[in-house]
């Protein structure tokens, strides 16, 4: 017979039933583990946190969240990820979130939002996430709004970068 306490131990309960230890959840040890996590996780996560705050209960954030992800994690971590949210729910609401999500279109971008860090990186992972017409669109808009002198800056830097 296995030992009730080693398997307590292992799965994290503590001596009552269906609690589990917080000392493993502790801020000292969320802190180590931010320390250490990429940065890419970090802005997984921050979105998420940003969801769960903001407005929860609207369906954009969601959808942007998604592309955040999309963005930032493995296909093998949105996976467990997202076994583990449908896991949390109720069964009778998974069959709907998964129909949902199935046919629901993530695969644009959606205007810039400000930058909340740094500018260039910014704008480099909105358009890491936009589509090809996004892309298109916005490049050319943001090309016919600079001056004549940022637009010859512009075409030698993109055609110095085209020949190497």
Request: glycine share 6%; hydrophobic share 45%.
């Amino acid at each position: 017979m296995e030992n009730p306490g080693a398997l307590a131990g292992a799965t994290g309960a503590s001596g009552k039933a269906g609690e589990l230890r917080t000392r493993d959840y502790s801020e000292e040890n969320l802190d180590a583990t931010a320390r250490h996590a990429k940065t890419r996780h970090k802005r997984a996560a921050g979105m998420i946190l940003c969801a769960l705050v903001l407005d929860p209960e609207a369906p954009q954030i969601w959808r942007d969240a998604a592309l955040v992800l999309r963005a930032r994690l493995t296909d093998r971590e949105c996976v467990g990820l997202a076994f583990a949210a449908l896991r949390a729910l109720d069964p009778a609401h998974r069959t709907a979130v998964f129909g949902a999500a199935h046919r629901s279109d993530v695969s644009c971008a959606g205007a810039p939002l400000p930058p909340l860090g740094a500018l260039m990186d910014d704008a480099r992972d909105w358009a890491a996430w936009a589509s090809r017409a996004e892309r298109k669109a916005y490049t050319l808009a943001a090309f016919e709004a600079m001056s004549t002198a940022d637009q010859a800056a512009f075409l030698r830097h993109v055609q110095r970068g085209a020949v190497q």
